[in-house]
Nanobody, 117 residues
Framework: VQLAESGGGLVQPGGSLRLSCAVS????????MNWYRQAPGKERELVAG???????NYAVSVKGRFTISRDNAKNTVYLQMNSLKREDTAVYYC????????????WGQGTQVTVSS
């Protein structure tokens, strides 16, 4: 199983980006797909998550600005990021998690998002 993130880059404050995470290989459902991020010198933090039923959760810092979605037919999860701030600068990681048997915890390599003028 591989998770491949794309869509990162350099954007000005107030701008938008859409990250994608394509999952190759078979993974059991139900599961939760998450986006994490890690800024330099900081711990990795959960940004947003979405389960197989479509229920979502967001970090307080991104609520109202970011939207997570998933296309199960395409095995892809997205993170739409609007009104970006400098403090959103980080490496963003895609994660596929299933706690019950057969459990798994897969990670992508990450994509850099830089918010700067």
């Amino acid at each position: 199983v591989q998770l491949a993130e794309s869509g990162g880059g350099l954007v000005q404050p107030g701008g938008s980006l859409r990250l994608s995470c394509a999952v190759s290989g078979y993974i059991f459902s139900p599961n939760t797909m998450n986006w994490y991020r890690q800024a330099p010198g900081k711990e990795r933090e959960l940004v947003a998550g979405i389960n197989s039923s479509g229920s979502t959760n967001y970090a307080v810092s991104v609520k109202g600005r970011f939207t997570i979605s998933r296309d199960n037919a395409k095995n892809t999860v997205y993170l739409q990021m609007n009104s970006l701030k400098r403090e959103d600068t980080a490496v963003y990681y895609c994660n596929a998690y299933k706690g019950s048997w057969p459990s798994y915890d897969y990670w992508g390599q990450g994509t850099q998002v830089t918010v700067s003028s």
